[in-house]
């Protein structure tokens, strides 16, 4: 049983799988454009059946927090949601949320498309003043990465280092991973859940095949429970209808597509979404980055040398293949990669006006460009680098110990 069309959780669509080979591919494992192209994500969004994050309700977060709103939300890198609306409508009555947040600890380095969705969760929490859980998913990257279960959980916890120098407030924010937290009412959830995916589901949600294990298969649920309060009873014991909004990159919206579908069968709230395109990598903008190459993205653990380097060399350039052209016809900004960088990281909109219009005109060249970039990049790094030597053992015990959070509202 799909969900009514007026809510427009396109569940079952055959969209996780390559039904036809040209087509873009967009789920959790995969994204591949269509032709090597750039994904369309207009497409995205009509096929996933979401809806696309307009402008008055950017105007409304700015009003209802009572601050400009993220670079994040401001220049569109969130894009799309699924009922963000009503959790604004929450707001505005004066009752609380929560917000819930993950990542796949499949490397030791994060590079600057894994920080984007925790430094957006981080203005979201505040902004809100609202509690936050985030999932380390170490049983999924053993799964899918053929990871030993030790080394994915040393991952889980160097990760949640990184994660801690975003800045996250302690009192608010309850960090778990699913091989220590995985049990109790957490477990009973995701038997819940479980009882009402059938495997057609799953292979029409996720693309999953007769040949991939059954650990993948069953896994849906870990990551779709989280988004139910009563899955952490030492947190909101009592508050089985405080909803939950998940801000993620769109290549998760499969798991949330069946949670929202499975959520009022088994009489839980729907959790609500916002989500963001795919950062794109050094090379051009043609999905997310690779982790398999150390030149397609930068690192939070890069030198400012190596970010000079890396951006010098393969940061894909719009400009003209000579001065001459280049001042001639300007530079083509919808494929350069450092305006894209600028607009992901440069905060001052009146400067990044100021290169798009000299850039595109061909007054500023793609030097010039670069190396404004390279500052920016190298003092985030640099800022990231100090934010994490200060993570303690300790801290990262911390945020992760099932406790109570007293004052998660206020
Ligand atoms: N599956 C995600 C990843 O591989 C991790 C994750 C778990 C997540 N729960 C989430 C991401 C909720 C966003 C929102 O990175």
Not at 219 to 235: C, D, N
Request: with cysteine.
């Amino acid at each position: 049983m799909a969900e009514e069309p007026k809510n427009g959780d396109a569940v079952g669509s055959g969209v996780g799988g390559r039904e036809a080979e040209e087509e873009q591919v967009v789920n959790p494992w995969e994204v591949t454009a269509k032709d090597g192209g750039k994904i369309d994500y207009d497409k995205l969004i009509e096929k996933f059946g979401c809806q696309r994050l307009e402008e008055p309700l950017v105007r409304r977060v700015e009003r209802l927090t009572g601050r400009p709103a993220h670079v994040f939300l401001r220049r569109g890198v969130f894009f799309a949601h699924r009922d963000f609306n009503e959790i604004l409508d929450v707001y505005e009555r004066g009752e609380k949320f929560y917000l819930y947040t993950g990542r796949g600890p499949s490397s030791e380095a994060l590079h600057f498309g894994h920080l984007v969705p925790f430094m957006f969760t981080k203005y979201l929490q505040d902004a809100f003043k609202v509690p936050l859980v985030i999932q380390l998913t170490d049983d999924e990257k053993c799964m899918w990465k053929n990871l030993t279960v030790e080394e994915s959980k040393r991952l889980a916890r160097e990760n949640a280092k990184d994660i801690i120098a975003c800045g996250f407030d302690i009192t608010r924010t309850f960090i778990f991973s699913d091989f220590n937290y995985v049990g109790g009412a957490f477990y009973e959830n995701m038997v819940k859940v479980a009882k009402c995916v059938t495997f057609n589901k799953v292979v029409g949600i996720f693309g999953f095949t007769n040949e991939d294990h059954i650990g993948k298969i069953s896994f849906p649920p870990v990551q779709a429970v989280p988004s139910f309060p009563s899955s952490f009873p030492h947190l909101f014991s009592g508050k089985d209808n405080l909803r939950c909004l998940i801000p993620c990159a769109i290549d998760q919206d499969p798991y949330f597509r069946m949670t929202r579908d499975v959520a009022p069968r088994i009489g839980y709230q729907k959790p609500a979404l916002i989500e963001s395109s795919f950062f794109p990598a050094l090379q051009g903008e043609t999905g997310k980055m690779s982790a398999s190459d150390p030149n397609s993205a930068i690192y939070v653990t890069d030198s400012s040398k190596d970010i000079k380097n890396k951006v010098n060399r393969y940061a894909f350039s719009g400009g003209q293949d000579s001065i001459e052209n280049h001042r001639k016809y300007g530079a083509n900004l919808e494929v350069d990669i450092p305006v894209k960088y600028l607009g992901f990281f440069l905060e001052d909109d009146a400067e990044l006006d100021h290169i798009r219009k000299e850039y595109g005109a061909g007054r500023m060249l793609t030097g010039e460009v670069k190396k404004r970039l390279i500052e920016v990049l190298s003092e985030l790094v640099e800022r990231h680098q100090r934010a994490r030597a200060s993570v303690t053992d300790e801290m990262v015990d911390a945020f992760m110990a099932v406790r109570p959070l007293p004052h998660m509202f206020s």
